[in-house]
């Protein structure tokens, strides 16, 4: 994972003041009402509640009224469908995909489209909550080029996949072949490698049903090649799983699917699977051998009717697990309403569903949000001493309250009140965003 921390860091040394909350294990939060954050080399130094006399006289920026918190990593979200975020919610899956979906991202053809909706998108994602983030395009490889150009000049570090899709597309949007598919991946691979300095890209066959298994092996070839992390969707809905057994007589769980072809984690392949809705037993002790990631949407699976994750199950069997906006399932590009509805939906499932499972807490969801999506980018998500300085001014200073608060009451009624505006600063690896 040390190999995907890539990107470019500000060498200068550093210190921010206010009141700073960070994760350091799922369960933990630690609030400091009044202290240092030291930067130095664009890696966090530590977290002091007076500034250590060897830092006597470096550069400080004084946010007393503000909070700072660590970037927010969004694991999993399409950034052609931010055009059509919060329409067309009334849908399933598979049908808002026929209906909705595929006709949308066949607009990307046209560059000129493609530029004007990439535009609006890479604007609202550099002054959203998130500094790091996996995202998907469509199959198109010069509106994804173009989302790479745009992206890199966030300063946001990303993953930026070309999607792949062979079969049961639509007329508009489907590649011509395996051939045509992997053909094209390695031309985006090649015009693209080595080009950015915040922008990596990520291999990202769309879904089961959308990859033939003969594109699947290639890009399994492709995939040891280029040495590329990988992107998918598992186990989201009922009837999406139905249809890979079907579709996969071989295999005895949607996992394996992508597992069959070298595709799902392990060393030399991280992975991120968004959703994991359904994913059984035996998906989910494959996924702890490989070190998947599990990108959990709890947005889009609400507003897809897809049904609720057992996030707590997968915290406590230490998978890998961090938040995703999902954008357009979910509606919401913010990382602070992620976090909010995995809390509420994981009550929804306690009460409804599985009472074993105790709901998350703030602590556990906003740890998903920093360090457990974080470490798919390496030493990130915190504010420990070595890890990457990703971080948020957040000024709550408009949300006016007649008692006094701490820190992390702050912290939480910004997550449940706020939206996206109250993020006043930004810093990614040392680096100034606004
Ligand atoms: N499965 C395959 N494609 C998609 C997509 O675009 N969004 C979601 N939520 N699930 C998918
Ligand atoms: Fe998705």
């Known amino acids: 994972k040390e190999e995907v921390a890539f990107m470019t860091r500000n060498p200068a040394t550093f210190a921010l003041r206010g009141a700073v909350c960070f994760s350091t294990d799922p369960q933990h939060l630690t609030c400091l009402e009044d ?9 966090t130094v530590g977290v002091y509640p007076q500034l250590p006399e060897q830092f006597h006289g470096i550069p400080c ?21 931010y055009a ?19 006709p949308e991202e066949a607009r990307y053809a046209d560059l000129n489209y493609a530029e004007k909706a990439y535009s609006i998108f890479t604007d609202d994602i550099k002054h959203s909550a998130t500094t790091r983030a996996s ?55 090649e015009e693209t490698t080595g080009k950015y300095e915040n922008v990596k890209p990520i291999l990202t066959p769309r879904f089961t049903p959308s990859c033939s298994d003969e594109l699947m092996t290639r890009l399994a070839e492709i995939q040891r090649t280029y040495r590329l992390p990988v992107q998918s969707h598992l186990s989201e809905n009922q009837g999406e799983i139905a249809w890979v057994k079907e579709l996969c007589q071989g295999t005895s769980f949607y996992g394996e699917a992508y597992d069959q072809f070298g595709l799902f984690g392990g060393e030399q392949c991280p992975t991120i699977m968004a959703h994991c809705v359904y994913s059984s037993d035996a998906e989910l002790s494959l996924m702890k051998e490989r070190g998947v990631f599990i990108a ?90 070595g890890y990457e300085f990703d971080a948020l001014i957040l000024d709550d200073s408009k949300l006016r309250h007649p008692q006094p608060l701490t820190a992390r009451e702050r912290l939480e009624r910004l997550i449940y009140l706020s939206d996206d505006s109250c993020i006043t600063g930004k810093y990614i690896s040392g680096n100034k965003i606004f």
Not at 67 to 76: A, C, E, F
Not at 84 to 102: C, I
């Open 84 to 102: 059509f975020h919060g329409m067309y919610m009334d849908l399933e899956l598979l049908e808002w995909l026929n209906t909705v979906t595929f």
């Open 135 to 189: 995202i998907f395009g469509t199959l198109h490889v010069d509106a994804t080029e173009l989302l790479m150009d745009l992206m890199e000049k966030t300063g946001l570090k990303t993953f930026i996949g070309k999607v792949n899709m062979d079969r049961n597309g639509s007329l508009a949007l489907q590649e011509a072949s395996a051939v045509v598919s992997a053909k094209d991946t390695v031309r985006w691979l």
């Open 296 to 385: 959990h949407c709890p947005q889009s699976n609400t507003n897809l009717s897809s049904g609720i994750a057992p996030t707590r199950r997968y915290i406590e069997e230490g998978l890998h697990i961090g938040l995703g906006t999902d954008i357009a399932g979910g509606h919401s590009l913010s990382m602070l309403r992620a976090i909010a509805d995995a809390i509420q939906v994981s009550k929804l499932r306690w009460r409804l569903v599985d009472d074993s499972l105790k709901p998350l807490s703030l602590e556990e969801a906003f740890y998903m949000a920093t360090m457990g999506g974080g470490a798919f980018f390496g030493k990130v998500g915190t504010f420990a001493e």
């Open 35 to 43: 202290a240092y954050l030291v930067c130095q080399n664009g890696l």
């Open 61 to 81: 920026e004084d946010f007393n009224n503000c909070l700072i918190v660590p970037g927010m990593n969004d694991l999993h979200l399409h950034a052609p469908q």
